[in-house]
């Protein structure tokens, strides 16, 4: 997840360049897709690795957006490599990366 760039960072802090998230990237990081978000330190804003940990415990606990979300991680390139690699006649000059 990553904010447009020349765009503010909401938190007013980074940490070698990067935008780090607080509470105020909650909505954004609660409605993505991803199961990663590059940076969130809980010196920094405890709040926010407190309720992402909540979000996605309930997430695999309830099952919620699971179906939502997995064509989309069914086909990143390193799943599909992973997968297809051990299929016979796979041929690793043939696989195209999806960008």
């Known amino acids: ?3 447009p760039e020349g765009s503010a960072c909401p938190s007013g ?3 070698h360049s990067v935008c780090m998230f607080g509470v105020e990237d909650l909505p954004l990081l609660a409605s993505s897709q991803f199961v ?3 940076k969130m330190l809980p010196d920094f804003d405890h709040a926010v690795t ?3 940990s909540e979000l996605l415990f309930n997430r695999t606990r309830d099952g919620v957006g699971i179906d939502k979300h997995r ?3 069914k086909n990143i390139n390193a799943v599909r490599f992973h997968r297809d690699r051990n299929t016979p006649g796979f041929d690793i ?3 195209e990366c999806e960008l």
């Open 93 to 95: 000059d043939q696989f």
């Open 13 to 15: 802090r980074q940490r």
């Open 1 to 3: 997840i990553f904010h």
């Open 36 to 38: 990663m978000a590059n």
């Open 71 to 73: 064509h989309f991680y």
């Open 50 to 52: 407190s309720c992402i």
